[in-house]
């Protein structure tokens, strides 16, 4: 059946003469519609990578493949699965198989016998998965990557090339255990495959990491769903963004369909789940009096090939010499302009930080400390807490904490750009 979901869009349509930037939110929701299986149909695939490098010995590996197991045991005999291990090289320990309970005996024995040795070739790894994933064309596809330490530099350009092999292919949730990993390493595949980094401070917690990933991806039931972007003749898309539950960038994800038309890649759905963008886009000028359609944002549910209009929202421009009009900001609009200033003070508070400018890490972070305020961004709020010494939140007066653990700081890095809605109050 066709994938049921909605669009609205937000925006204040009034410009002043002369203004050539359209800004707008739209709010996609997926419903919960009785029957409604989206690409289920065509099965669930789930795949787990796991460091197993040197690094990971001891307490690591044996809670890593304690979690391994358990997940197992959680997977729905609906669902497809495989296992591949990661140091150096790559080793697929158990292949595509459906879980059932004679395969999953198997695959837990095969768990079993893990042992870590060698370094950290995260490109193998995922080609490793890729050639899995490759085998359920129409399934909903999604992975897992565990890690504990830095990919080896002579892999950049290769992690790159496999990364577009991936995209489009398989969604993946990455996992930093400890402190030994690099934020941007792993936001990097994160982000080029549609899923989340996060950090698992100690071994004790992969687990129930593990089983959170696990839940959220067998919740979903719809994938291959674009954002389709139409735009008219001479106007131009400057962004493109995923602005809630997390911040993420799609603006040079763009697939070209035809002459100002663009598809943005959204990733899988779940029900009940809902998602916020922001667009901006800059368009020919108008006279005051000028109506002009800037844009349309349509949702394309793709299955065996046969696209499908599943919603439609339309994105206005009116240019006007009503200052009263023309200078009132959307509240949405301007909440999501606060959430990713809010997540680039962070990360550039972070970076002054580490390379001891005080004085600007200090006015970044406080800065930082009064968005989050301003927006009710408690998570993010109790997060920075750990690294400064809060004066007062509402004009982000700040000092530096002297001894920060470093867990606290990758935690506050990797968590930057998970964003917070308009509070209900508002």
């Given amino acids: 059946m066709t994938a049921q979901l909605k669009a609205e869009v937000f925006q204040n349509q009034y410009l002043p003469q002369g203004m050539r930037e359209v800004h707008a939110i739209m709010t996609v929701t997926a419903l919960e519609s009785e029957g409604v299986t989206g690409n289920a149909m065509g099965g669930r695939m789930f795949g787990v990578i796991c460091d197993v ?72 790894w995922l080609f490793e998965a890729l050639k899995q994933f490759q085998k359920m064309p129409n399934a909903l596809r999604q992975a897992l990557l565990l890690t504990d330490g830095q990919n080896d530099e002579s892999d950049e350009k290769q992690l790159k090339e496999v990364l577009q092999a991936c995209e489009g292919v398989f969604q993946c949730d990455c996992r930093g255990v400890g402190t030994g990993w690099r934020v941007k390493q792993l936001q990097q595949i994160s982000g080029k495959l549609l899923g989340t980094t ?11 990491d593990f089983r959170e990933i696990l839940a959220k991806a067998m919740s979903k039931n719809l994938s291959d769903v674009a954002l389709r972007l139409w735009t008219p003749q001479g106007a ?22 035809k002459t100002q038309v663009g598809d943005y890649p959204t990733g899988a759905w779940g029900k009940n789940e809902s998602r916020d963008y922001h667009f901006c886009i800059q368009v020919q000028p108008g006279q005051v009096g000028d109506e002009m359609l800037a844009g349309r944002a349509s949702l394309i549910h793709t299955v065996n090939g046969v696209e499908t209009k599943v919603a439609e929202a339309r994105i206005l421009a009116i240019w006007t010499d009503d200052d009263a009009k023309s200078t009132k900001i959307d509240r949405r609009v301007a909440h999501y302009t606060g959430q990713a200033e809010l997540a680039q ?17 200090t006015a970044k972070l406080g800065r930082a400390v009064q ?4 927006s009710s961004n408690e998570a993010t709020a109790k997060l920075l807490k750990k690294v400064v010494d809060i004066e007062n939140p509402a004009t982000g ?30």
């Fill in 53 to 124: 490098s040197g690094s990971m010995g001891g307490e690591k590996i044996h809670a890593a493949k304690d979690a391994m197991v358990k997940i197992v045991n959680l997977l729905p005999e609906d669902a497809s699965f495989f296992i591949v291990t990661g140091a150096s090289k790559a080793e697929l320990i158990f292949p595509l198989s459906q879980a059932t309970p004679e395969t999953k005996t198997r695959a837990i024995a095969a768990i079993k016998k893990i042992s870590a040795g060698g370094g950290t070739v995260i490109s193998k």
């Fill in 236 to 257: 131009k898309v400057l962004y493109c963004k995923q602005v809630s539950p997390d911040i993420v960038d799609l603006t040079n994800r763009v697939k070209v369909v």
């Fill in 345 to 361: 003070s962070i990360q550039e508070g972070l970076e002054a930080r580490d390379r001891g400018n005080i004085e600007v890490a």
């Fill in 371 to 374: 968005l989050a305020h301003e």
């Fill in 198 to 208: 996060d950090i698992i401070p100690n071994a004790a917690m992969i687990e129930a």
């Fill in 397 to 426: 007066t700040v000092r530096l904490k002297r001894d920060v653990a470093k867990e606290d700081t990758m935690a506050l890095e990797t968590r930057s750009t998970k964003t917070t809605r308009i509070p209900k109050t508002q």
